[in-house]
């Protein structure tokens, strides 16, 4: 943003006085309620924050008289805007703690991890959906499904880093993401591995 934007923008910020006082005094409230509400208002444009408030009965809300700090940063930019899901320490350590962002991991680690994950669980859908789901071919059907969707994801993960070339995952002295190719080619070994046990189980234990 250039200055003059901020400055056209700061000089014509409304404030809460202006908009709230002549609201709350037509509706006939005490003064306690006009300072809360004047409260809200300062709290809500000046420092962007927003009361926190539970949800008791569908439809009602009770305040909880915490504040929720959903603007960031910078003032103006609409895309730092924080909530509890992307910003709440449950959330941010969920998110740290997966194969892709956790610390500690080699690349070929987080590929297996990853494929391993997505083909033990991509088979389930055609398995239990699938136009041949009540027939005996119906997990060896979600077996090959899964493996070419499994295909299908790391070949495009192998188009991304023959174009972007990502390469947060390099090494001191790799070639531009040479990380990123280690990652999907376990990716794809994972994926079938995942995929295969999953198969084994549904045929051992299936009914």
Request: hydrophobic share 40%; charged share 20%.
């Amino acid at each position: 943003m250039g200055w003059w934007d901020f400055w056209y923008l700061k000089l014509n910020q409304w404030e809460p006085d202006e908009v709230y006082l002549g609201d709350l005094t037509d509706k006939g409230m005490t003064g306690l309620e006009t300072e809360l509400r004047m409260e809200y208002g300062k709290k809500l444009d000046r420092e962007g924050a927003t009361p926190l408030s539970l949800p008791v009965f569908p439809g009602v809300f009770q305040p909880t008289g915490g504040y929720i700090q959903w603007r960031g940063k910078e003032y103006w930019a609409g895309d730092t805007v924080r909530t509890p899901v992307s910003d709440g320490k449950f959330a941010v350590d969920f998110l740290n703690n997966t194969a892709f962002y956790r610390e500690g991991l080699k690349p070929w680690q987080r590929g297996l991890e990853i494929g391993m994950a997505h083909g033990y669980w991509i088979i389930g859908p055609f398995v239990s959906l699938g136009p041949l789901r009540n027939t005996p071919e119906a997990a060896t059907v979600g077996l090959l499904c899964g493996c070419a969707i499994v295909g299908l994801a790391s070949c495009g993960g192998l188009l991304v880093g023959a174009t972007l070339k990502p390469t947060f995952l390099d090494r001191e002295g790799d070639a531009k993401a040479a990380g990123w190719q280690e990652m999907i080619n376990w990716h794809a070994l994972g994926g079938l591995g995942g995929a295969g046990f999953a198969h084994a189980l549904l045929t051992v234990f299936g009914s």
